[in-house]
């Protein structure tokens, strides 16, 4: 069984710094993309943020130069480094992984339990 743990998450300040890890546990043949995704009350789930296996980076528009995501391929963990958090920032915080458990089987997602991120004076 693969598992997604999520870590970091807590309140703080507007303009502060707030570093979140995601660990993926379990029989894991190989991690491909990995993302994280987001959820403000009242609203749908949103995409913040996505990494391949090589690297590769994309973000959503509202993040752009204030967000980083990374990723050790080694330890199968994800990074968001989050800067100057805003109010809107404010959500609970999913981490997402397209695994394999084996190297016949199919990838397939993965989703962690989420970690609330606060943002607030």
């Known amino acids: 069984q693969v598992q997604l743990v999520e870590s970091g998450g807590g309140l703080v300040q507007p303009g502060g710094s707030l570093r979140l890890s995601c660990a993926a546990s379990?029989?894991?043949?190989?991690?491909?993309?990995m993302g994280w995704y987001r959820q403000a009350p009242g609203k749908q789930r949103e995409w913040v943020a996505t990494?391949?296996?090589?690297?590769?980076?994309n973000y959503v528009d509202s993040v752009k130069g204030r967000f980083t995501i990374s990723r050790d391929n080694a330890k199968n963990t994800v990074y968001l480094q989050m800067n100057n958090l805003k109010p809107e920032d404010t959500a609970v915080y999913y981490c997402?992984?397209?695994?394999?458990?084996?190297?016949?089987?199919?990838?397939?997602?993965?989703w962690g339990q989420g970690t609330q991120v606060t943002v607030s004076s």
């Open positions: 379990g029989s894991i043949f190989s991690t491909n993309l």
């Open positions: 997402n992984g397209e695994l394999r458990t084996t190297i016949l089987s199919m990838p397939r997602d993965y």
């Open positions: 990494i391949t296996s090589r690297g590769s980076t």
